[in-house]
């Protein structure tokens, strides 16, 4: 047979079919590593239980700082994250629970700081918040501060995840 | 759009004679098993590298997980190994290929015996392979410790003891390897480091130094 009509020479069939053959082996090494590498980004989140944070009975209008447990799996290390939460009824008797991580680059804020009453404040770039969490114009924080997923059950104040609440 | 760009970077660099130098090199026709199937033989070389490509590559993505502490080493190898996807594979290449380099290394020498080529003008190669064989050993002794099981903690102390039977500066060496007087936790962080860092180091300069020789020599005639 002669390659007179056809415009794939035998040099270049080679060359295909090697590079095909080697490229297939060279993916079948590379792609279980990659999928190893990048299996951070592909694992699914586990949501965490409600923890029992306080009583109800301790709540007042004025936020106070309560700290809780939630138990972590980071890996093949499992330990317990203690959390922070800034907790107070508001005027029509629903409860408030703030996350204190601050919006604009994740420091911690406080309240009631001496300089700052009546405000949530920032440390680490003078972020400052209302006392419902909304963020003040002209400081660093870009949104409110997140807000707890909570439930009151048998006079108990339970906190789950945290979610941002948009606006700002 | 790649042929533009190679040559945008070949019109600066004159990469070309770079790789043709190596992909014109004539294979001689009695290491070719295509003319002579016996001629398989010469492959073990460079399966050899093929392996220990593996091997550096696979060892890259487990320090991914692998954390080198008494406490968290066994429970790391058993999360990248059971909960990470793929971590059966990747371990399993690198569990196994250490074995296929040790056993492709010694294929590769007896290929090198048996044909004479460590002769003049080929010493000088043959005593890097020998350092290389040394070196892969050191790989394999070391990174058989790193899992912290029971079978990496015992075979650990075997191979100590060993090192300690060396007349007069026996326990001086074993001291030196240990890091400390039990095998703990600064054996293991020195096994890591001697296993990913300086090992690997020293196997690539000795790789660089064996193939250059190969290419100044050339592959030994027939015989
Ligand atoms: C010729 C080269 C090499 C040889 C012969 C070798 C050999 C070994 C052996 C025998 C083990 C124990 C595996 C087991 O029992 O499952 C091991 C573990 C390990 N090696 Fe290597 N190794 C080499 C190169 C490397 C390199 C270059 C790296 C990193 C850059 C590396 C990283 C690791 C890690 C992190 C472990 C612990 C994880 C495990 O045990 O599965 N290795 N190696
Ligand atoms: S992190 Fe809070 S103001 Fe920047």
């Known amino acids: 047979m002669s390659n007179n009509e056809h415009d794939v020479t035998r040099r270049q069939f080679l060359n295909y079919t090697l590079t095909g053959v080697g490229g297939f082996m060279a993916a079948g090494m590379l792609m279980p590593m990659l999928r190893f590498a990048v299996d951070p980004l592909l694992q699914n989140k586990t949501s965490g239980k409600m923890v029992a944070v306080t009583n109800v009975s301790q709540l007042t209008n004025e936020p106070?700082?309560?700290?809780?447990?939630?138990?972590?799996?980071?890996?093949?290390?499992?330990?317990?994250?203690?959390?922070?939460?800034?907790?107070?009824?508001?005027?029509?008797g629903e409860i408030l629970a703030l996350s204190p991580i601050c919006t604009h680059l994740g420091c911690t804020v406080s309240w009631n700081d001496p300089a700052f009453p009546n405000e949530f404040h920032c440390p680490c770039h003078g972020g400052r918040y209302t006392k419902s969490g909304i963020n003040i114009p002209g400081t660093p924080p870009p949104e409110p501060l997140h807000v707890y997923d909570q439930k009151v059950k048998g006079g108990t104040v339970y906190l789950g995840e945290d979610h941002p609440r948009g606006g700002s | 759009m790649l042929a533009k760009l190679y040559d945008w970077i070949d019109e600066r660099l004159d990469i070309t004679p770079m790789w043709r130098d190596l992909a014109d090199h004539e294979v001689p026709e009695h290491v070719n098993p295509a003319y002579h199937f016996s001629a398989f033989v010469y492959c073990f070389g460079g399966l050899t590298f093929f392996t220990i490509v593996i091997q550096i590559l696979s060892g890259m993505f487990l320090v991914m997980y692998y954390v080198p502490d008494i406490d968290r080493a066994w429970?790391?190898?058993?999360?990248?190994?059971?909960?990470?996807?793929?971590?059966?594979?990747?371990?399993?290449?690198?569990?196994?290929?250490?074995?296929?380099?040790?056993?492709?290394?010694?294929?590769?020498?007896?290929?090198?015996?048996?044909?004479?080529?460590?002769?003049?003008?080929?010493?000088?190669?043959?005593?890097?392979?020998v350092l290389l064989f040394f070196v892969i050993l050191g790989l394999g002794f070391t990174g058989y410790l790193l899992p912290w099981d029971m079978k990496a903690l015992f075979a650990t102390k075997v191979g100590l003891q060993i090192a300690a039977s060396v007349p007069f500066i026996g326990g001086w060496i074993q001291t030196l390897l240990q890091g400390s007087d039990v095998v703990g936790a600064q054996t293991l962080a020195r096994f890591f480091a001697i296993h990913v860092f300086f090992l690997p180091a020293v196997l690539l300069g000795l790789l660089a130094a064996h193939f250059i020789m190969i290419r100044r020599q050339g592959i030994s005639g027939p015989l």
């Open chain 2, 75 to 129: 429970d790391s190898v058993f999360y990248l190994q059971n909960k990470v996807a793929y971590g059966q594979i990747v371990r399993g290449m690198h569990h196994w290929g250490a074995s296929v380099t040790i056993v492709m290394v010694f294929l590769h020498t007896l290929r090198v015996f048996f044909t004479g080529a460590y002769k003049k003008p080929r010493e000088l190669n043959w005593i890097v392979g």
């Open chain 1, 64 to 92: 106070q700082r309560f700290t809780f447990k939630v138990k972590k799996v980071d890996g093949w290390h499992t330990f317990e994250e203690q959390k922070i939460a800034y907790i107070y009824k508001k005027e029509n």
